[in-house]
Structure formats: C-alpha cells, structure tokens
C-alpha cells in the first residue's frame, strides 16, 4: 500500500510568483487536507476536498486555492506569494466514512514541501 | 470551536526516565483526539487515538494517553525514554460530530522532546 506522496520535496520561490504543490492520496483515500507549517509552530488547517468538491476551509485568503482530481489526487496553488508563505506544506489523506466509524477522521500525512519565499 | 493547548513547549528527559507532555483540549462536541510526532525533516507520523472508546489509549511505541473528560486533558506518557524519541510532539483534536468527509485537524503548538543520555 502506497501511502501519501508529494511533490516537489522543496521549492524555493520570489515574492509575487505563484506556485503549485502537489499530493497524490494513499489509496482508498477520498479525503485529502492541507496544513501549513510554519517554522516552530503547529500546522494551521487550510482546506479539505472530498471527492473533488471544497469541504471546509481555515482561515486562509483567496489566494490559497486548491483542486482535487477524480484519482483524488490533490493540488494547492498559491497566488501573489508572500514571505510569511514560506513554510511547510502537509497534505494528509483520510478514508472518510469508507474507513468506519472509528476511523472517519484519522489523517495520514505526506513528508510535506518546504516552500521558500525569499 | 476547538482548540488544543501543550502546556510545556520543551521537555527534557534522561535516557530510562518516564514521559509526561501535557495537553489540554476545548471542542464543541465530543472529540476524537491524536498524538503525533514529528521527526525532523519527516512528516508526522501518527502515535495513538481516542475516539470514545477505552479512554486509556495505547499506542505504538510504548506510548499511551488517558482521556479525562472532567479535566479536558490528554496527556501522553512513555514509562521509559528512549534516544529515539527525541522529536516534537503534536496533540490534535478533531471535533466528534460526523460530516461527510472528515473534520479538520486542530493542532497544538507542540512539544519538543530532548532526551538525554
């Protein structure tokens, strides 16, 4: 069983850039989160999709968007980048109610992209 | 709303000793709760979770935790620290209530561990 994959491992940007992260699910997954990491603190909740639709959103601004694909794989794109951007991006998956009561909301992390904005 | 509060940013330990890292919780409705680590530069790995049943919960290890719903605590212990346990603790909460989905992950602000030889 292949768990959750993302890409790039780092990435290294310029203040205004955009950029796109990608997640791929572990399979069976149809649930797929992103956090951010900041240096030193805990991940911050951005957004959840659950079969390709939005399902909950933290408080990020507009320019922090998402997609997830029929696989359910998952992209977040980030627009107008800033310096405070820079962190660590988790995606996680979770089986949703396919996993059972018990385990609905049980999260399975990628090893996360280290976004730099210099 | 739910929040999560780890009561010691740094814990230092010596090698044999026990554990403790504290953790406090507020949710709306009856929540599951987790534990991770986090290694550095590897992701988080997940080490236990109460999701109202046993309210002592084992995990991988030598971890567990005890849910006390009077106190709104979680607290984690190892009876014996061991070097590779030296990482940041995360506790987590998730609200109990079922969604279509999922529920968001709401994450404490961590708890680095340093064990000592």
């Known amino acids: 069983e292949t768990g959750v994959t993302q890409s790039p491992t780092h990435l290294i940007k310029t203040r205004g850039q955009q950029v796109t992260l990608r997640c791929s699910s572990q399979s069976g997954h149809n649930t797929v989160s992103w956090y951010q990491q900041a240096l030193g603190q805990g991940p911050q909740f951005i957004f959840q999709?659950?079969?390709?639709?939005?399902?909950g959103r933290g408080n990020f601004p507009p320019r922090f968007s998402g997609l997830q694909f029929p696989n359910y794989s998952s992209e977040l794109n980030v627009n107008a980048l800033e310096l405070d951007d820079s962190a660590l991006y988790l995606c996680a998956s979770s089986p949703g109610l396919a996993g059972g009561p018990g385990s609905y909301n049980e999260q399975f992390f990628g090893p996360g992209t280290r976004l730099t904005v210099l | 709303a739910q929040s999560v509060t780890q009561l010691d940013s740094h814990v230092s330990v010596s090698e044999g000793t026990p554990v403790l890292l504290r953790c406090n919780y507020s949710?709306?409705?009856?929540?599951?709760l987790f534990w991770y680590v986090q290694h550095p530069n590897k992701g988080l790995q997940l080490l236990l979770k109460y999701t109202s049943a046993a309210t002592l919960v084992k995990g991988i290890n030598g971890f567990e935790a005890e849910f006390k719903k009077s106190e709104t605590s979680f607290h984690l212990t190892k009876p014996s620290a061991h070097m590779s346990d030296a990482a940041e603790y995360f506790c987590?909460?998730?609200?109990?209530?079922?969604?279509?989905?999922?529920?968001?992950?709401?994450f404490g602000g961590g708890t680095r561990v340093l064990v000592k030889p």
């Open positions: 987590v909460v998730s609200d109990g209530k079922v969604k279509a989905a999922g529920n968001k992950l709401t």
């Open positions: 949710s709306s409705y009856s929540p599951s």
């Open positions: 999709y659950y079969r390709e639709e939005e399902n």
